[in-house]
């Protein structure tokens, strides 16, 4: 009956998740599809862009609240396990929706409320983390994959239990292959970001996140290879 509530718990999580806060706004208040304008992508970064500020705080706001609540839901029926199940689900069909044709956004406010499940400090040092990155770099994408960094060494630091380690780590790695995916050419991109952030340099971040989270977890289970 267990392994029942756990998948109930990622049904739950990703059908939420698809719901595309972004798409509705920009339907419903603004009568035109996000997708269609600025990045192409159905993220706050992309509202805020095209539709201001307001309206991309508000999506980020919503996007954040299905996943806690896709959380919340699975801490209900599995406990740790279905609330990681949950968030976890939840990012995936925020990414891919499956109301929308799989065309999502790139999971930074999800992934965010899926740190917070975790361990309010990880959310916490991820938050400062990109505010830090944003004020340097100038650019969402540099941020969020600053952000994502932070979460996998946080995570090992602070993670309670090994659903919630695997949680965190998901959230990192998955965010890292989006970024490669977007500036590969596999979704639109600004051209801002084209100039500033190179392909190469995102896939060495992405393999230095790896290897720092690999030492932190042989460090705390006291494991060698």
């Known amino acids: 009956m267990t392994a029942v ?4 718990s990622c049904v739950l999580g990703y059908l939420l998740g698809s719901i ?6 920009s ?10 304008s600025g990045s192409g992508n159905a993220g706050a970064t992309n509202v805020a862009r095209v539709f201001g500020l307001g ?3 508000l999506t980020f706001l919503g996007d954040f609240a299905k996943t806690l609540l896709a959380a919340w839901l699975g801490s209900l029926l599995g ?3 279905g609330s990681c199940l949950g968030a976890a689900f939840a ?15 790139k999971a930074v406010s999800a992934g965010a409320a899926a740190a917070l499940v975790i361990d309010w400090r990880i959310f916490v040092l991820a938050v400062a983390v990109f505010a830090l990155a944003a004020l340097l770099s100038k650019t969402a994408s540099v941020s969020s994959m600053s952000a994502a960094g932070m979460v996998a060494v946080g995570t090992v630091l602070f993670a309670p239990s090994t659903a919630q380690l695997l949680l965190g780590l998901f959230i990192a790695l998955g965010h890292a292959l989006g970024q490669i995916l977007l500036l590969l050419g596999r979704e639109q991109l600004d051209l801002a970001d084209l100039l500033e952030i190179h392909a190469d340099r995102v896939i060495q971040a992405a393999l230095a996140e790896i290897v720092i989270a690999r030492k932190l977890f042989l460090g ?6």
Request: aromatic letters at 14%; a positive charge.
């Open 91 to 105: 990012l995936i069909g925020h990414c891919f929706p499956v109301y929308y044709r799989f065309r999502g956004g």
């Open 55 to 57: 309206a991309g705080v």
């Open 220 to 225: 705390r289970s006291g494991l060698q290879l």
């Open 79 to 81: 406990g740790v396990i």
């Open 5 to 8: 509530y756990y998948a109930l």
């Open 27 to 36: 339907r419903h208040v603004f009568h035109q599809d996000v997708r269609q």
């Open 20 to 25: 595309s806060i972004s798409i509705l706004i």
